[in-house]
């Protein structure tokens, strides 16, 4: 079975670009999170998307958006670059299991993002 | 009150010896502690999980302690060998039906951990 699957591997940015990264969960699983992994700062909450709908946001600026598609594959926009930008994007996914309310996410390998 | 604390921000420990990382959080909401490994290049994964109702949980060598009147839990890597060389990730959740709050781990800042052969 697939894992969880990002791309590009590498983007390099300058400063006010726009970067897109994409994510294609597990088969199956419904719900998708957004996560930077900046260096010295561990893993700081983005986005979660469930079924399609955006369900909780993490403390970063508007513009940084994403999308949920009916494949359940997700998209991750980052709009005027920002050099503090530049960090390991990863997502993962999630199945729920019966009434289980905490679910054990499955990360990718990340989409390393580089803004000049 | 979203935050988990980790320490210490790394750790070199002797083949065989115990690894011992500490996390430490404040809101009472968290209710599931899972701590996830990442080997370099590669995304985080679980490791071993712990609910507030127990106070330890052993899977082979990795062992969660749990102190719920401290908000307070570690994980202790028994024998530790130059494999378990990696990033280690104590986490907390929010039941996910609580949609503007849970859902989403939590994560500390990290643990590197190198195992001298």
């Known amino acids: 079975e697939a894992g969880v699957t990002q791309s590009p591997t590498h983007l390099i940015k300058t400063r006010g670009q726009q970067a897109t990264l994409r994510c294609s969960p597990i088969?199956?699983?419904?719900?998708v999170y957004w996560y930077q992994q900046a260096l010295g700062l561990g893993l700081q909450f983005l986005l979660w998307?469930?079924?399609?709908?955006?369900?909780n946001r993490g403390n970063f600026p508007p513009r940084f958006s994403g999308r949920q598609f009916p494949n359940y594959s997700s998209e991750l926009n980052v709009n005027a670059l920002e050099l503090e930008d530049s960090a390991l994007y990863l997502c993962?996914?999630?199945?729920?299991?019966?009434?289980?309310?905490?679910?054990?996410?499955?990360f990718g390998e990340g989409s390393r993002l580089t803004v000049l | 009150q979203q935050q988990v604390k980790q320490s210490p921000q790394s750790l070199i420990v002797q083949k065989g010896g115990i690894s011992i990382i500490n996390c430490a959080y404040e809101?009472?909401?968290?209710?599931?502690f899972p701590w996830y490994q990442q080997f370099p290049g590669k995304g985080p994964a679980l490791l071993i999980a712990?609910?507030?109702?127990?106070s330890e949980k052993k899977e082979g060598r990795f062992t969660i302690s749990f102190n719920k009147s401290a908000k307070q839990f570690s994980l202790h890597i028994m024998d530790s060998q130059p494999g378990d060389s990696a990033t280690y990730f104590c986490?907390?959740?929010?039941?996910?039906?609580?949609?503007?709050?849970?859902?989403?781990?939590?994560f500390g800042q990290g643990t590197e951990l190198s195992v001298k052969p």
């Open positions: 809101n009472t909401a968290f209710d599931y």
């Open positions: 986490a907390a959740s929010i039941p996910s039906p609580i949609y503007n709050q849970g859902g989403k781990l939590i």
């Open positions: 712990i609910r507030p109702d127990v």
């Open positions: 993962a996914s999630s199945l729920v299991r019966g009434t289980a309310v905490h679910r054990e996410l499955f």
């Open positions: 998307y469930d079924e399609g709908e955006e369900r």
């Open positions: 088969s199956g699983h419904t719900s």
